[in-house]
Nanobody
Framework: QVQLVESGGGLVQAGGSLRLSCAAS????????MGWFRQLPGKERNEREF????????IREYADVVKGRFIISRDTNTMYLQMNSLNSENTAVYYC????????????????????WGQGTQVTVSS
């Protein structure tokens, strides 16, 4: 099992920045990728949308809506999401997730391919 704990969320004004962290513990040795997803207000759990992901080899992917503003990074057991130029549309609960084992056809943008999830951290952007 892998435990994931997000932190760094909060209230920020439009145009501001936040840095989210995701601390991983447990059996993290086989983790092949980690990602950030978000659940927008009023949306259901099965509507969580992809934000960014990073593989164990350092390959990064971003949703088009955040590309150029958000930066994903990772050290040994912590993943980060630097969010810049925030706007009200970024208000959401942000979840980190990890992929335990590589599988053929894995899609980093697909939440179904992730094995472990954190509890989420709220990000609120005021306009």
């Amino acid at each position: 099992q892998v435990q994931l704990v997000e932190s760094g969320g909060g209230l920020v004004q439009a145009g501001g920045s936040l840095r989210l962290s995701c601390a991983a513990s447990g059996r993290t040795g086989s983790t092949v990728a980690m990602g950030w997803f978000r659940q927008l207000p009023g949306k259901e759990r099965n509507e969580r949308e992809f934000v960014a992901a990073i593989t164990s080899r350092g390959i990064r992917e971003y949703a088009d809506v955040v590309k150029g503003r958000f930066i994903i990074s990772r050290d040994t057991n912590t993943m980060y999401l630097q969010m810049n130029s925030l706007n009200s549309e970024n208000t959401a609960v942000y979840y980190c997730a990890s992929v335990a084992y590589h599988e053929a056809g894995m899609d980093l943008r697909d939440r179904h391919d992730y094995d472990f999830w954190g509890q989420g951290t709220q990000v609120t952007v005021s306009s």
